[in-house]
């Protein structure tokens, strides 16, 4: 079973989550805001994906604008990128999925079509 990590009121997920009901794909639902994803579930993850950390940065977010991290990330460790984005799950990007053998970060169709079956 995927997990579906989404902040229900973004388009984004709404449109990602649709998709997946009418793929008829079971998947275990997690709100990011409520359920903020933990230290260790994000070094796994950005381990698991093979992405860079800055892909899991919600970077068109307020909080993310307000915080100014476009500039301060740069000076910022890995650690400390990590901490930041386990303290507010408004920061990471979404929808997240989580599989055994994958993590999506993002909804792009295409890539989800050949990751998911």
Not at 10 to 26: F, G, H, M, R, V
Not at 48 to 69: A, C, H
């Amino acid at each position: 079973m995927i997990q579906f990590i989404e902040y229900p009121k973004c388009t984004t997920c709404k449109k990602a989550k649709k998709w997946l009901e009418e793929q008829q794909i079971s998947f275990q639902d997690r709100h990011i805001k409520e359920e903020n994803p933990t230290e260790a579930e994000l070094q796994e993850w950005i381990e698991k994906s093979g992405l860079d950390i800055k892909k899991f940065f919600n970077t068109s977010g307020m909080l993310y604008k307000e915080l100014g991290l476009k500039d301060k990330l740069k000076e910022m460790t890995q650690e400390e990128k990590i901490k930041l984005l386990a303290s507010d799950g408004m920061l990471v990007k979404r929808p997240i999925i989580v599989s055994d053998n994958y993590i999506l970060v993002g909804f792009k169709e295409e890539q989800w079509k050949e990751h998911i079956k």
